[in-house]
């Protein structure tokens, strides 16, 4: 299914939205590293992002994850920023690099540990 974007405001019409980016732009002096992307992830999606070297990959999940912060746009995870979440953890969780973790454990159990850390990880 669609969604229907308002382009004037890039704004969802349906349903609850877990991550969303709004004509986000990241720009390093005359070169941009993203340039007005928007995107949503729903409830109960895995999502990744695929292209070449230097398409704005990184850069994208180092905002939506509160890591940077973008020349321009917005990226909210459960309609705030990162830094405003009460426990990102519970919220949000990302793998930025492949080789921050045990060769031999998975994405899941990587952040099932990094959960487990936490204050909260006994409520579940």
Same mark, same amino acid.
């Given at each position: 299914?669609?969604h229907?974007?308002?382009p004037?405001? =890039? !704004?969802?019409?349906?349903? #609850?939205?877990?991550?969303?980016?709004? =004509?986000?732009?990241?720009?390093?002096?005359?070169?941009?590293g993203v340039?007005?992307? $928007?995107?949503?992830?729903?409830?109960?999606?895995?999502?990744g992002?695929?292209?070449?070297?230097?398409?704005?990959? $990184?850069t994208?999940?180092? !905002?939506?994850?509160?890591?940077?912060?973008?020349?321009s746009?917005? =990226?909210?995870?459960?309609?705030?920023p990162?830094?405003?979440?009460?426990? #990102?953890?519970?919220?949000?969780?990302?793998?930025?690099?492949?080789?921050?973790?045990?060769?031999?454990? $998975?994405?899941? !159990?990587?952040?099932w540990?990094?959960?487990?850390?936490? #204050?909260? $990880?006994?409520?579940?």
């Amino acid at each position: 299914m669609r969604h229907q974007v308002d382009p004037q405001r =890039a !704004t969802i019409r349906k349903g #609850p939205v877990v991550i969303d980016v709004r =004509a986000f732009t990241e720009r390093h002096g005359s070169r941009y590293g993203v340039r007005g992307l $928007s995107l949503i992830v729903e409830p109960g999606k895995v999502t990744g992002f695929l292209g070449p070297n230097g398409s704005g990959k $990184s850069t994208t999940m180092r !905002t939506i994850m509160g890591l940077g912060t973008p020349t321009s746009g917005t =990226a909210l995870i459960n309609g705030k920023p990162h830094g405003q979440l009460r426990r #990102p953890l519970r919220e949000a969780g990302a793998l930025l690099e492949a080789k921050a973790i045990h060769p031999s454990r $998975s994405a899941h !159990t990587h952040l099932w540990m990094l959960d487990a850390g936490t #204050p909260e $990880s006994g409520e579940r």
